[in-house]
């Protein structure tokens, strides 16, 4: 499905700009203060961009883009009628045209050649193998946690990007949040004494699944395609309740859960803290008094725990050292242990949201190739970190993980649950 | 008892958002046969499709190759097929590798696409010559799905057919051999053989197939020459094709060793200054020591881009040979320049740079002295007495930038320099900046409590406005003899200093200020300042880890000692919050106050609910009147309009022996998996019998769900 609203000409313009200048100048890089923060950028020398999958989260996503001034934002990919319309709108409203091109399959969508990166909104059944066929055709990604179902997945993404060289940000923007990255430099560097525990907030302690629902009438394909928002996930009739595409198949259907929704954030942060991008806790023992303890090869421990948060908004981190403490929550405000490690600063100063620090640091490493704060590693250690907790309250017993062969030791049953087929025809 | 077993099992997963309890420890041999018999059983019966997928779920946990002949019934089944196989992939078992190489025969479409898919997965060996016969498929999208599950394998006889497919594929199906063979080769180069893994990158590069497909063989045929792939990556470096020049400079990062280095430092001398500055980034990640001195040169450069960019990146290599330089432009007329290399020499490692910073410090002037005096804080260098000096400049900037040096760096010995400027400034220009440093200072000294003390002696003597000053920063350093000035201050007759102790002490961040302010809620004559002292005591009951009983105890003081309604209220919801059987029974003692008998009634019933059935609960909900009920949910719709569902399954899931009911989750939609009327407000309406009585009530959404007893 494709929309008649595209003007080739602007099309058109965007492709010869681009031929244009592969055959009679080096590419545009722009570093520094040049880099779209200040003022207008040539049409030329945008990022352009188009939408996997916008709802409400993607919409708030898609409005950190909109606010740079290198992005342009060609086209939106949605199964759902109305929010292919909606998206189109807000963005023939900002760019005052009527432009913005909108289709039904992603592939349309992944084969223009004049579109250089995607935001990735979908739910989370789609993220992570949306985020691979977007790689496999050269387009670099800003990508909506939870980024995968499964600690496969997680490796996979990994790779793939690594293969195929694209820039990867997955939507964890607490990394550029500065309270967030401040709390977490403390830990990191020391300034904490030893490390002794870092805590994490879930969304909840329970794996969840989603079933197969007594089945409902199915909406044309043009309203809704149900067939392509199963996607990667297990056939079942169509129903209404499952179009939450927030809960829906989240974790591979089998151990995600709270963990793993907030857990890409929280837990993500805590990694940050430890130092550890490229690590992930050893054991994970299932919840007991609504804490589930795991630990780093190092002995620091990784909590995660529901209650006793100071109240400093929701995705609370905590990292604790042998000489002090740090708490810090969506509010944007941090508690410390003493003022002395604020060394002068007040935590006003230091601030928090708006998440659009996450988005321009997208577009800076899209432009350079640095790897942005989210970058492929970091999220997929920190999902495999909540994927393990995962299996461990499904099974509900303490797992041991070889983080070099990324294996559960001694326990075949945790495994099988690494992986999960996808459903015909799709693949990561 | 098999039937029931299903249908609880069905029962328990079918609907969205249930919670997935398949194994609850470890389990024997025989216990996992048997529950794998059951659910073989399950897809051998005539069971629907909704048991058969589940069935399928579980013995991806449970399954041996005895499940593998009913599994591989389901391959050719639409709705079934991918359950089945998210339990073949699972088991590891020859047998599972053997229904999916079998079914490839008899499927076509999508279904064997999906099969093929699996069969990649699991890397079969034995699979390559089935998949082999698929590549010249019809269909090229199984074609296709062949060609990367024999990437996948990625063995040598896998590799073979690949190879030779790269050449004979048709031209929709190239890519995707390309993409198989980049598999292969990415296998050959991690297990070492990286000569041969060129071989394979360099046949796809010269291959016709999809642009991504070059770009990613580029980056392996670099690799996996090392040393060698030099020349290729500076080939992409210096490419006009922008996806090239990318792969280009993220290979650069990959790729190890000092010829890399040096060939991508070569060439800033061969582009221009956008394309320098990335350079030096790229140099930067590289993380090799080998580019400092091309970094260095680069911070000497004409270019201001080019500088800031070297600047950028220098603080990773541990040099100080660029110090001088640094000094010199962080005194730039320049302020972009001169903030670069102030930034730089911040955070640059080496353990000459302090001495460089402190050896210029006695025969500087003018900026170059406030520039060094601003590092020497940034850096936390000890120059005490040479700030100190400072401190009498005639340079008021030079003077401010000394306290704030001395605010960071000070030991605990001067403490008392930093009180007599604070309080007694020799240029009254000089106070902010003073007290700005007395506070940093004394924050941050090792023996708090001497450090209170000082500040405490010095509170005697000072004027009423230094007074504030002193116990505002008293109120920062905390401990025992802060406290008990604060404390002291709270109590006195001085309505400034009053304001200012009760405010820090309302902001106290450990749990001893309980009892003094709980004094003071009790005993001081302002009520401004008895509600402040109730209400930071109340925050430190909710903020601070302790035992429930200790919380409890802290709830029922506060209660006791409040007088009015707003301070009574938070109290029950920090009770609401930590829900334990000692916060239940203060509870139930408050609902005793008439006022506050309907919030107080309310918050026993959401402690109790959360709770759940404990004996202790049912007992004290009894003595306000709510013993125990027998709840039926009958019917439950929520929505607006004619946008309602039904989600009578959903409360009575929820619903136990108290009229209150506690969702999952306190929003709606979630609770009720989805929301049946987006952007409109919506409402929930239950009719249900208490002790076999019918009522009837609606609620506004999200709203707390506590059903009247009906008469």
Known sequence: MKSKSRRPDRRGFMKTALSVGAAMMAPEVIPGSALGKDGAVAPSQRITVGGIGIGNRGTYDLGC??????????????????????VKKIADQKYGNSDCDTYRDFHELLARDDIDAVLIATGPNWHATAAMYAARAGKDMYCEKPCTKNIAQSLILKETMQRTGRIFQAGTQRRNLPHFAFACELARTGKLGKLKAVHAHPAGMKTMMSGWMTPEPEPPKEQIDWDRYLGPAAWRPFNRAHLDGFNFEKGGGMTGGGVLEWGSHCVDLCQWAVGADDVVPVEYNPPKDGRLVARYENGVELIIRETGWLPLGSCPVRFEGEDGWVEAGDSGKMVLSSPALLAGRKVEEIGGYPATFHVRDFLDCVKTRSQPKGNAVAACYAHIACHAAGIAIALNRTLKYDRHKNEFIGDEQANRLRSEALREPWRI | MFKTRLFILFALVAAMGMVAAFATAAEDAQTVAEKEAKLIAVLASDAPGAQKAIACKELAIYGSGKAAPELAKLLANEQLASWARIALEAIPAPEADAALRDAVAKLDGRLLIGTINSIGVRRDTKAVDVLAGRLADKNADVASAAAVALGHIGDAAATKVLRAALASASDDVRSAVAEGCILCAEKLMNAGSGKDAAKIYDEVRTAKVAKPRLIEATRGAILARKSAGVPLLIEQIRSPDKAFYYIGLSTARELPGREATEAIAAELANVGEDHAAVLLMVLGDRNDPAAAPAVLKAVKSNSKRIRIAAMGVLGKFADDASVPTLLETAVDDDAELAQAAKATLIGLKGGKVDAAITADLTKAEGKSLLMLIELIGARRIEATAALIKSLDHEDANIRAAALAALGETAAQKYLGVLIARALDPKHGDDAPAAQRALKAAAVRMPDRESCAAELSAALAKASPANKTLLLEILGAVAGEKALATLAAAARGDDDALKDTATRMLGAWMS???????????????????????????????????????????????????????????????????????????VAVKATKNDKLKAEATKSALVIAQKLGGKADTKELLAEIGHAAVKLEIVKAEYGAGDRKKDVTAELRKAARDLPLISLPSDNFNSAFGGDPAPGVQKQLRVQYKINGAAGEATFAENAMILLPVPK
């Open chain 1, 65 to 86: 883009f909109l606010e740079q001034a290198d992005v342009q934002f060609l086209a939106v990919c949605d199964i759902k009628e109305t929010r292919r319309t909606a």
């Open chain 2, 511 to 585: 749990v001893d200020a309980g009892p003094v302010l709980l004094n003071l809620a009790k005993n001081t004559k302002e009520e401004k300042y008895q509600i402040r002292a109730l209400r930071g005591y109340i925050r430190l009951a909710r903020q601070f880890a302790k035992t429930p009983a200790q919380r409890a105890e802290m709830c029922n003081r506060a209660l006791d000692t409040a007088q009015r309604d707003d301070e009574r209220e938070l109290v029950l919801q920090v009770l609401e919050l930590y829900p334990s059987i000692d916060g239940l029974k």
